[in-house]
């Protein structure tokens, strides 16, 4: 099972970017997909959720309004990322809850930075 994440890189303030999380190994179509995040000295937190299919999306408040999650039919979820903010860089990781495990990506860096 292998969950890659993508997209990352350094933007300024008010930009923009679109985070891809690709999986194989695991049939995601019927779960949830989560994206977290990690700044240096803090505890990864939630950033937004999926259901399958899209069916439903749940956001951190800090979030809301400026991220958007989505998915793909089969194996791709994606953050589209706007109006960032420098409080927003981090290291972003992909997760699905599988067979009783959390299952991680090893995350993309966002650095949002004049």
């Known amino acids: 099972v292998q969950l890659v994440e993508s997209g990352g890189g350094l933007v300024q303030p008010g930009g923009s970017l679109r985070l891809s999380c690709a999986t194989s190994g695991i049939v995601v179509s019927s779960l949830h997909m989560s994206w977290f995040r990690q700044s240096p000295g803090k505890e990864r937190e939630f950033v937004a959720r999926i259901g399958p299919g899209g069916s439903g999306t749940d956001y951190a408040d800090s979030v809301k309004g400026r991220f958007t999650i989505s998915r793909d039919v089969v194996r791709t979820v994606y953050l589209q990322m706007n109006s960032l903010k420098p409080e927003d860089t981090a290291m972003y990781y992909c997760?699905?809850?599988?067979?009783?495990?959390?299952?991680w990506g090893q995350g993309t860096q966002v650095t949002v930075s004049s």
């Open positions: 997760s699905v809850f599988y067979r009783g495990n959390q299952l």
